[in-house]
DNA sequence: ACCCCTGTTCGGCG
DNA sequence: CCGCCGAACAGGGG
């Protein structure tokens, strides 16, 4: 489920206990959330320190503890974060549970393909460093995304929009709203791309994080009403543009829709 | 019962 | 060696 801007959202729900210390960690540690980490280690580095600061890059998430502790969380397909009473007792998904005087942060996750890592260290972790710029930023510019196009030019440009690396925080959602966006086909190769397409999906992909921060991340409000988002799900999904029914296929191994009269 | 999935990684293959 | 693609991971919902 969460994007860009639901990753944002869900960073936020542990704001309630920034500067408050953790008495207790609770954790299954058979669990495969906790691969390459050692899940042992986290609940004695971080039980009696304090939740500091956290931060949300693309997809990923990285919260900070009193004495150079860092715990990175990845949501994968269904995670969630959120706040309980102190009183919580962890039901079935409830993997990782840091416990607080006043109230229990949780991070859940059914299908468990989301991951929670630990890091040691004054500075940040190089898996922090890796994904892309932020799209929002000004290192995400004509110059970043003409590169990365190249570099990918046999690729369909679905594939690429949702490479971490080059567009952090895009998923699926986000990449079909933003090759509807920019009239291009999600199956046309990415070197392929003429300067105007080029252009328009810097613009497009700028426009549509902006407001999916406005919307999402505050509330997890939706969209407004026109995008395409709104149609990709519905069997009868119609074009916002035009009203002509949407089409459906697996594009770079994801289901992908597109107008086939705006996106040729 | 069967098929679908807003994600990432890995092995195979061209 | 580079890079794309499909499968695998796992569980819940339609």
């Known amino acids: 489920m969460p994007e860009l801007a639901e990753v944002d959202f869900f960073r936020r729900q542990w704001d309630p206990g920034l500067g408050q210390k953790i008495i207790e960690v609770h954790l299954h540690r058979r669990k495969r959330v906790f691969r390459g980490s050692n899940p042992q280690m986290i609940v004695q580095r971080l039980t009696g320190g304090r939740f500091v600061r956290s931060y949300a890059r693309g997809k ?117 709203e933003i090759l509807w966006r920019s009239k291009i086909n999600p199956a046309q190769l990415a070197g392929k791309l003429r300067a105007k397409e080029r252009r328009e999906i810097l613009d497009q992909t700028k426009f549509v994080a902006r407001e999916a921060m406005r919307t999402l991340a505050k509330d997890f409000s939706d969209p407004p009403e026109d995008w395409l988002i709104h149609q990709k799900w519905k069997a009868n999904g119609i074009c916002p543009r035009h009203g002509i029914k949407l089409s459906h296929a697996i594009v770079g191994g994801r289901s992908t829709v597109w107008c086939s009269r705006c996106q040729k």
């Open 60 to 176: 990923q998430m990285l919260f900070a503890f009193s004495g150079h502790n860092w715990i990175g969380i990845h949501l994968g397909m269904t995670g969630e974060l959120r706040t309980e009473p102190a009183t919580f007792r962890p039901a079935k998904h409830d993997h990782f549970v840091l416990r607080q005087s006043r109230r229990a942060l949780v991070f859940s996750d059914a299908r468990l393909f989301g991951r929670v890592r630990y890091h040691k260290g004054k500075n940040l972790p190089d898996w922090w460093l890796a994904s892309g710029p932020e799209l929002l930023s000004d290192q995400f510019d004509q110059r970043f995304l003409e590169v990365f196009l190249d570099r990918h030019a046999r690729a369909p440009i679905k594939a690429v929009i949702l490479m971490q690396n080059g567009f952090a925080g895009v998923g699926n959602w986000m990449a079909d």
